[in-house]
């Protein structure tokens, strides 16, 4: 439920820092804040020219054969940089599947792998890393058959991230969770891409009755040529997600009504959203130490606006901002995005670097 974006292109830090001193930026970059489409649920950065597609997702129950994927909203979200999404970069939803073989009837042979079982997919329980390459890579590219991996990591501190519902809903202590990075290699449309997934698993165990689910789950693509250029646009995008507070609010009480809990108390909500949010703060060094994007670079600014410490790229020696959540990344000294006619607008204000 709770959107947590991790950089994404992992490798070792020394590969790190020669692909950072190699790698060739924009000199200019534009950034918009938008809106999801479908229902205010976050805003993000798109990069000037890019675009969007898909959004918060709805399952009716009555279709998909069943409500166990019908409680909770899902997101399908993709910023890409051309129809085609040359580079891009893709939200993936959270989805239940079910292990039934604990169970009575699947022992029986009665729901085999791949059949439905109210609503969602029979599969045996998978560690993360397998199931980006059996279950997520086919979802996001059907048409791809036999991506090359390159390289595939641990990631303990998503793991870290989803425990913390478990000080605020004990039974999720007794779950197990397993996260993961797999890097691939294919040819999609003549092109050849890079591309990492990143996949938390979520285990219910008998205490779920064989459910469990992907958390936290997205992509990072571009062609080959332009992996270590893209690094820094995409760990801005990655990075920029700002939630909805009241879709949120909103979101959790229609879950305990359609869970059948609508009586139960609210009274935490807000609580639980402020606790993670400085969590994730406080340990966003921890995550970003296991992640490619980060050794590419960033830096700790200042925004004129709030007052508030932002973390952006370091790629780039300048870096502005707007009161509505814009950025313009450049490299030259004599540019101004108040007196650039392209920007269209006056209250540019550059981020100073925070003091150490």
């Known amino acids: 439920m709770f959107i947590l974006l991790l950089s994404a292109l992992v490798c070792d830090a020394a590969d790190a820092q020669t692909a950072r001193k190699s790698a060739k930026v924009p000199e200019l970059m534009r950034f918009k804040r938008v809106a999801e489409p479908k229902e205010g649920a976050f ?3 798109v990069p000037q020219g890019w675009q969007t597609a898909g959004g918060i997702v709805r399952v009716d129950p009555n279709r998909s054969g069943g409500a166990g994927n019908a409680i909770a909203a899902k997101c399908d979200f993709t910023v890409k940089r051309d129809a085609a999404g040359t580079a891009m970069l893709r939200l993936l939803p959270d989805t239940n599947f079910i292990d039934t073989r604990s169970m009575p009837a699947g022992q029986m042979g009665l729901f085999p792998p791949g059949s439905n079982y109210n609503g969602m997919t029979v599969y045996p329980v998978m560690n993360a890393a397998s199931f980006l390459e059996r279950v ?7 048409g791809v058959a036999a991506p090359r991996m390159l390289e595939r990591k641990p990631l303990p501190s998503l793991v870290n991230e989803m425990r913390l519902m478990g000080k605020w809903i004990p039974i999720v202590n007794q779950f ?12 999609e449309g003549g092109v050849s891409y890079t591309e990492s997934m990143v996949a938390g698993v979520e285990d219910m165990s008998k205490l779920g ?3 469990w689910s992907n958390k936290r789950s997205f992509l990072a693509r571009a062609p080959a040529s332009e992996t270590d250029a893209l690094a820094p646009v995409a760990f801005i995008i990655l990075n920029s997600i700002q939630i909805n507070h009241n879709w949120m609010a909103g979101e959790l009480r229609g879950q305990m009504t359609r869970a059948g809990i609508a009586s139960e108390t609210l009274r935490y909500i807000q609580q639980i959203d402020r606790e993670i949010t400085e969590h994730r703060r406080r340990t966003n060094a921890e995550i970003n130490n296991d992640m490619y994007l980060t050794l590419t670079g960033q830096e700790d600014y200042v925004n004129p606006y709030t007052n508030e410490v932002e973390r952006g790229s370091n790629e780039w020696k300048h870096r502005w901002v707007t009161p509505g959540g814009d950025e313009v ?5 004599d540019f101004d995005p108040n007196h650039d006619p392209n920007a269209r607008r006056s209250d540019w204000k550059q981020t100073p670097v925070r003091k150490r």
């Open 43 to 45: 805003t993000i950065l």
């Open 176 to 187: 197990n969770y397993d996260a993961a990075v797999v890097k691939f290699a294919y040819l």
């Open 209 to 211: 009755a064989g459910m």
């Open 136 to 142: 997520a890579f086919r979802y996001a590219h059907p």
């Open 329 to 333: 990344y450049s490299n030259r000294d």
